[in-house]
């Protein structure tokens, strides 16, 4: 709920910026408007009242990318928050569907374990994943639409462990299977280009992390 109330916040901030330049209200063919511009035709006006919509282009291919913060719940000595890069590609079904691939990876975090003094274990963990996932789209402004989804996907978690400042190392990895729910809110600056907020639970199946959360805010283009 916090997430959601913070991305309702985002959005509102950009469309207060946005809102002056995108202004312009239809009007009759053949009439002038409050600026004194002529409209010569009606496909002016259908040009505008399709920037309008919400979902201008109800189908088809669109791309993106974002940022990603994920923050889990991991056993001792092991990281708990780590920052990344989302990319993304989908195909909108309709104006309420659409069908979404996506490839995520953090940076590489560390989180350093005191045994006892003059003895520690250092633990570097990164993060990789990809889903499809199936998202729903309810428009609820002219340009604004909450989002919702359920994906399926893969995980994999990289870790280095070194002890005694890289006397002894090791390293491994875990991957496995995971589901996940998203929601958030998609704004649109231009009929193609909108900015979206999501946050994700996400539940995997290895061994070194539980249920987490992943909030993403990023740019995405619609053909």
Known sequence: MALL?????????????????????????GTRDATGNWWQDSAS??????????????????VGADFMY???????????SFMGGNVFAGYRLTKYLALEVSYGRTSQTKE??????????????QVQQAALDVMATL????RVSLLAG?????LEEEREVEVFDEFLTDSG????????????????????????????????????????????VGLQYQF
């Open 45 to 62: 006006q259908t040009d505008t009242a399709e920037y309008h919509s919400p979902v201008s282009n109800n189908r088809g291919l669109y």
């Open 173 to 216: 990895d875990s991957d496995g299977q995971m589901v996940r729910l998203t929601g958030g809110v998609e704004a649109k600056l231009t009929p193609e280009l909108s900015v979206r907020t999501l946050a994700r639970y996400t539940m995997p199946d290895v061994d070194a992390m539980d249920d987490f959360w992943s909030y993403n």
């Open 112 to 125: 350093r374990e005191e045994l006892f003094p003059g003895l520690s274990i250092e633990n570097k963990v």
């Open 5 to 29: 109330t913070s991305s309702v916040r985002l959005t509102a901030v950009l469309l207060a910026f946005a809102s002056p330049a995108l202004a312009v209200e239809a009007v009759p063919a």
């Open 139 to 142: 428009p609820v402004h002219q």
């Open 70 to 80: 994920l923050t889990a719940d991991t056993r001792p000595g092991y990281p708990d």
């Open 150 to 154: 359920a994906g399926y996907g893969w």
